[in-house]
């Protein structure tokens, strides 16, 4: 076959550990073979982090600024084992919190579904996509022990030194207090990347606080992601035949436990905490879930939920044989080289994403899969294959839609 040609490059960003292994495997067997592929790419492995002092980190969220379009593989984020295990001159931060402070986004974060592998919840058909306000309440509280009786109260110095006071409690006893916060800026950037993303995905959009109970802070985000949905976003949703719905956070629980799947659900700070650690676990393995950073001004980085699964990378330098899963991974390349192609037009690369993911479920499907799966699955008698084999066997059922 002629390899498929690209006009504009992807942002690659190179990882660490297992991944860093898997990611040359996913190039080598199953990307350069098909595509000749056009990739600016930035090594975000810890050693040329440390080395460039982490400017590689933000030079790849500026270009990925510049294209509109990234690829990213698990990366370490340093603690003080890693700080000796590298040699670290500093304790650098999360790459994906810098990426995520330079693009302004919201991470989505959706399952990959194949059959034998069933989630927990029986009338769960599609996945669910959890998209999660990643700034503010809880997650930057002040808080206080308050040791005896006394009377506490939020105020508000304005800059011209008035002051607004509002009683929290008269306390008689010991007990404690919390404040917490929140931007309209920030608010508003989730609300519209969660809109365009539903767009993109051609997907209902749920959302939901508890507003009943919190008529001011839950309330204002209620009323934020209405006001944007209406004034920008309401018409496409009913040229897209989808729907934006808000309700109740307790009500959400229940429906989504209820319903089929195949919508968004955007959680504050604290719920998305939860409820993706929950629907990660009920869908069946972190394995098998992907992610992708959207940013409000539309700009994409795709990859696996995942870390760098540092256990089987030490197998792995020992050279013992490792069987770690790539289906996430090989998802995040699929997700962004569609992407280019529907920015570039180019359908042949958008057919080659859908044939990419479908090789990946068909794999599986028939009965070949890694350990984690083979663990799992309700499939008789799989085989559990090595990592490069698993992705060989991939790669056959990819040119078998070729030949
Ligand atoms: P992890 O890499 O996600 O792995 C935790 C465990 O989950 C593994 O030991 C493995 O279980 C299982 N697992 C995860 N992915 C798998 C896969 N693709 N195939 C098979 N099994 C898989 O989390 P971690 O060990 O806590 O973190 C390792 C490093 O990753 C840390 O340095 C952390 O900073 C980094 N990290 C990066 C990102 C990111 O870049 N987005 C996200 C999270 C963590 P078994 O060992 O039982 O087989
Ligand atoms: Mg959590």
């Given at each position: 076959?002629?390899?498929?040609?690209m006009?504009?490059?992807?942002?690659?960003?190179?990882?660490?550990?297992?991944?860093?292994?898997?990611w040359?495997m996913?190039?080598?067997?199953?990307i350069?073979?098909?595509i000749?592929?056009?990739?600016?790419?930035?090594d975000?492995?810890?050693?040329?982090?440390?080395?460039?002092?982490?400017?590689?980190?933000?030079?790849?969220?500026?270009?990925?600024?510049?294209?509109?379009?990234?690829?990213?593989?698990?990366?370490?984020?340093?603690?003080?084992?890693?700080?000796?295990?590298y040699?670290?001159?500093?304790m650098?931060?999360?790459?994906?919190g810098t990426?995520r402070?330079?693009?302004?986004?919201?991470v989505?974060?959706?399952?990959?579904?194949?059959?034998?592998?069933?989630?927990?919840?029986?009338?769960?058909?599609?996945p669910?996509?959890i998209?999660r306000?990643?700034?503010?309440?809880?997650?930057?509280?002040?808080?206080?022990?308050?040791?005896?009786?006394?009377?506490?109260?939020?105020v508000y110095?304005?800059?011209?030194?008035?002051?607004?006071?509002?009683?929290?409690?008269?306390?008689?006893g010991?007990g404690?207090?919390q404040?917490?916060?929140?931007l309209?800026?920030?608010?508003?950037?989730?609300?519209?990347?969660?809109?365009s993303?539903?767009l993109?995905?051609?997907?209902?959009?749920?959302?939901?606080?508890?507003?009943?109970?919190?008529?001011?802070?839950?309330?204002?985000?209620?009323?934020?992601?209405?006001e944007?949905?209406?004034?920008?976003?309401?018409?496409?949703?009913?040229?897209?035949g989808?729907?934006?719905?808000?309700?109740l956070?307790?009500?959400?629980?229940?429906?989504?436990?209820?319903?089929?799947?195949?919508?968004?659900?955007?959680?504050?700070?604290?719920?998305?905490?939860?409820?993706?650690d929950?629907?990660s676990?009920?869908?069946g393995?972190l394995?098998?879930?992907?992610?992708?950073?959207?940013?409000?001004?539309?700009?994409?980085?795709?990859e696996a939920?995942?870390?760098?699964?540092?256990?089987?990378?030490y197998?792995?330098l020992?050279g013992?044989?490792?069987?770690?899963?790539s289906?996430?991974?090989?998802?995040?390349?699929?997700?962004?080289?569609?992407?280019?192609?529907?920015?570039?037009?180019i359908?042949?690369l958008?057919?080659?994403?859908?044939n990419?993911?479908?090789?990946c479920?068909?794999?599986?499907e028939s009965g070949?899969?890694?350990?984690?799966?083979?663990?799992?699955?309700?499939?008789?008698?799989?085989?559990?294959l090595g990592?490069?084999?698993?992705?060989?066997?991939i790669?056959a059922t990819?040119?078998?839609?070729y030949?």
């Amino acid at each position: 076959m002629e390899k498929i040609q690209m006009t504009t490059p992807l942002v690659e960003m190179d990882g660490d550990e297992m991944t860093r292994i898997l990611w040359q495997m996913i190039k080598d067997e199953l990307i350069h073979p098909f595509i000749d592929l056009k990739a600016e790419y930035y090594d975000l492995g810890l050693e040329h982090r440390n080395e460039t002092n982490d400017q590689v980190t933000i030079d790849s969220a500026e270009a990925t600024k510049k294209y509109g379009v990234a690829v990213k593989c698990a990366t370490i984020t340093p603690n003080a084992a890693r700080m000796e295990e590298y040699d670290l001159k500093e304790m650098w931060k999360s790459p994906n919190g810098t990426i995520r402070a330079i693009l302004d986004g919201t991470v989505f974060r959706a399952p990959i579904i194949v059959k034998g592998i069933e989630p927990c919840v029986r009338n769960w058909k599609k996945p669910i996509t959890i998209a999660r306000h990643a700034y503010g309440d809880v997650y930057k509280a002040s808080e206080m022990i308050v040791d005896g009786p006394g009377k506490v109260e939020l105020v508000y110095t304005k800059e011209d030194g008035s002051e607004v006071r509002e009683l929290i409690h008269n306390f008689t006893g010991a007990g404690v207090v919390q404040g917490q916060h929140n931007l309209d800026n920030s608010i508003e950037s989730f609300a519209r990347s969660c809109f365009s993303y539903a767009l993109d995905v051609k997907q209902d959009l749920w959302f939901a606080t508890k507003d009943t109970i919190s008529k001011k802070y839950d309330h204002t985000f209620k009323d934020i992601f209405q006001e944007i949905f209406d004034k920008e976003f309401k018409a496409q949703f009913d040229a897209a035949g989808i729907e934006y719905f808000y309700t109740l956070i307790d009500d959400a629980v229940a429906r989504v436990m209820k319903s089929e799947g195949g919508f968004i659900w955007a959680c504050k700070n604290y719920d998305g905490d939860v409820m993706s650690d929950m629907l990660s676990s009920a869908f069946g393995s972190l394995a098998m879930m992907t992610s992708v950073l959207v940013s409000p001004h539309g700009y994409f980085e795709y990859e696996a939920a995942h870390g760098t699964v540092q256990r089987h990378y030490y197998k792995h330098l020992k050279g013992e044989q490792t069987s770690t899963n790539s289906v996430a991974t090989i998802f995040a390349w699929s997700g962004a080289l569609r992407k280019r192609g529907e920015l570039d037009g180019i359908t042949e690369l958008m057919t080659f994403a859908d044939n990419l993911e479908k090789a990946c479920i068909e794999t599986i499907e028939s009965g070949k899969m890694t350990g984690d799966l083979a663990r799992i699955t309700s499939i008789e008698h799989p085989t559990t294959l090595g990592s490069q084999e698993f992705i060989q066997a991939i790669r056959a059922t990819l040119e078998s839609y070729y030949a």
